[in-house]
């Protein structure tokens, strides 16, 4: 028996939005930590991690140990945009061996109660380890303008160089017409603390992404006011969306490197 | 010329 209740179903709305693009279908995970999913691009270029922790759930209950369900990102994708973005969200399913999930939409004032049941897959998904890394950089910046910088220069090229230094972190790409830098620099003198820039650097870095990938994971940006961009030479580059008192989706992106 | 690495290059299967 399952039964998640998250009193912040848009939450969950966002979360599913902001993964559909790279994520054909998933197992997601339910266990005493909490309902998490990990899973890579079709390229095998880009991996999310998502955790959505069980003590941010009004309700949660995961009877049978570490229960995976595979979903059609898509198909939840759909049936998520049914509930409301005030209503509340409920995850019902009876375990292994029974091939559905519920969802359950109640609206705040109770008046109208949806359920949505969808068919579970068997999803034969590789779960890679993460490990404990030493980043060279650290960079904390608004996630709005981490979305507009790799918009802009999306216009411009299909790469972008991402480099830390004493500076400041600078975003440049080249293309046919031309070149872009954009650098911000360290500032913590702002009115709100999610309007900061905060750089935290032990040695300077400089890797190439593909813009792509990285504007796919900016549609995580209404999740967090803020946005974490860890940087090591030689390992993919973990972009990380706080999830307000429940968790995060992590983006991790492979570099592009010099044949 | 850039080649794009795949996460399997950094990070092994459990």
Redesign the interface.
């Known amino acids: 028996m399952l039964e998640l209740r998250l009193v912040q179903g848009s939450l969950l709305k966002k979360v599913i939005e902001s993964l559909k693009d790279l994520v054909n279908d998933a197992n997601f995970d339910c266990s005493s930590t909490g309902f998490s999913l990990q899973a890579?691009d079709s390229?095998?270029?880009?991996?999310m991690s998502l955790l959505l922790r069980s003590d941010g759930f009004e309700h949660y209950r995961c009877d049978h140990g570490n229960f995976p369900m595979g979903m059609k990102l898509e198909n939840l994708s759909k049936i998520l945009k049914c509930a409301g973005n005030d209503d509340i969200i409920t995850i019902k399913a009876d375990g292994p061996g029974n091939d559905t999930v519920t969802f359950m939409f109640e609206s705040p004032s109770q008046e109208k109660i949806a359920d949505y049941e969808m068919k579970l897959m068997d999803i034969d998904s590789?779960?890679?380890?993460?490990?404990e890394a030493e980043f060279h950089a650290i960079v904390r910046m608004p996630s709005s303008e981490f979305a507009r910088i790799c918009k802009d220069l999306s216009s411009i090229g299909d790469?972008v160089v991402i480099s830390v230094t004493k500076e400041g972190i600078k975003f440049s790409t080249k293309g046919d017409i031309g070149t872009a830098n954009v650098v911000c620099r360290q500032n913590t003198t702002v009115d709100k603390p999610e309007d900061a820039t905060i750089i935290e650097m032990q040695q300077p870095v400089s890797l190439?992404f593909?813009l792509r990938y990285m504007n796919s994971f900016t549609k995580a940006t209404p999740l967090s006011n803020t946005v974490t961009i860890s940087l090591s030479s030689?390992?993919?580059v973990v972009v990380e969306y706080k999830i307000a008192e429940m968790g995060y989706i992590r983006f991790?992106l492979?570099?592009?490197?010099?044949? | 010329k850039c080649l794009q690495s795949r996460i399997m290059d950094y990070f092994s299967r459990e």
């Open positions: 890579m390229s095998h270029v880009a991996l590789e779960h890679l380890g993460i490990p790469t190439t593909a030689d390992l993919p991790y492979a570099p592009k490197i010099e044949e």
